[in-house]
């Protein structure tokens, strides 16, 4: 038998999750966004859950093409655009829309030879710094890029750094318009965040990551059920082992933890090489067949630790949650793993290791 462990993908949850951020931004088209293989997900488990979207957004040419495999006929957009010319004969076969950031890659659009023109998403950088052209240079781009016979429509893009924060997204929605005004073609700027907390940003296409994976972009001011969000992605292990300690003893590596009155620790098959932060202290919460408890001493390559104070019942076998819903409803957020961890929910969920058997459920 296989490590008892395993990740289950939860095909009504993507579905939920995308209908809220269609509810949120009712008027807009929404993008499923499937970069780094769906989160984590993986874009073939995720595919069924997400096919209600109008399109679906990623950056690699690789994963493209496995979402036409999947037999998707509508919008794909490469978010970042290509990296070389080559990549656009590909963009070409599979129909693909793409951002176009910089000047290299419109060189590259003038140089390639298509009979079909290229729908592309002209992207600002409207404050964040990192892809696109700033506004002074922004209308000089999308005049050349206006001029190729390879460019079909052209559509705006801005990206956002701070939507899910204090600073907002008030300036750079105001660098965007101002440049845009007289502008024609489809807009589109809103993350998670700003679909979820802005819904006033005006977007024909809106961006939805992480909340259509079940985690607040904006957590702990909000949490995913705040949002009406449910987890998308469980991860959950068996206790293979089960230690009685006395006052004194301690557990695992380097000792750090100790036991203050006698107590029962369960043994769960999961460790970081599964994907579970190293860095979870004592006391990261956890799901003991359902049952919240906490997590003691240090996470080892293939196993932690778990407090089986609160769960007398638990025993070999007993399904430990490390984070998403349990057999009996129970839900942890995988946003309050990443909190002990000092990371957030997209990196747990991208980090879910290669050797974790995935199921799709409902
Ligand atoms: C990843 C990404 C998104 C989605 O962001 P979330 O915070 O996950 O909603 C949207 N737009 C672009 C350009 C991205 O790279």
Redesign the pocket.
Known sequence: MPRPIQASIHTEALAHNLARARAAAPEARVWA?V?ANA?GHGIERAYEGLRGADGF?LLDLNEAQRVRDLGWRGPILL?EGVFELRDLELCSRLDLWHAVHCDEQIDMLASHKTNVPHRVFLKMNSGMNRLGFTPERYRSAWTRLNALPQVDEISLMT?FSDADGARGVTEQVAVFTAVTQDLPGERSLS???ATLRQSETLSDWV?????IYGSA?DYPEHSAADWGLQPTMTLSAKIIGIQQLAPGDSVGYGSSFVAKQPMRIGVVACGYADGYPRICPTDTPVLVGGVRSRTVGRVSMDMITVDLSAVPEASFGTEVTLWGRAANGAVLGIDEVARCAGTVG?ELMCALAQRVPVVVSA
Request: charged share 10%; hydrophobic share 40%.
């Open positions: 966004i970069k989160y957004a978010l990206h993350n998670s965040a961006r939805p990551g992480i909340a972009p997209y």
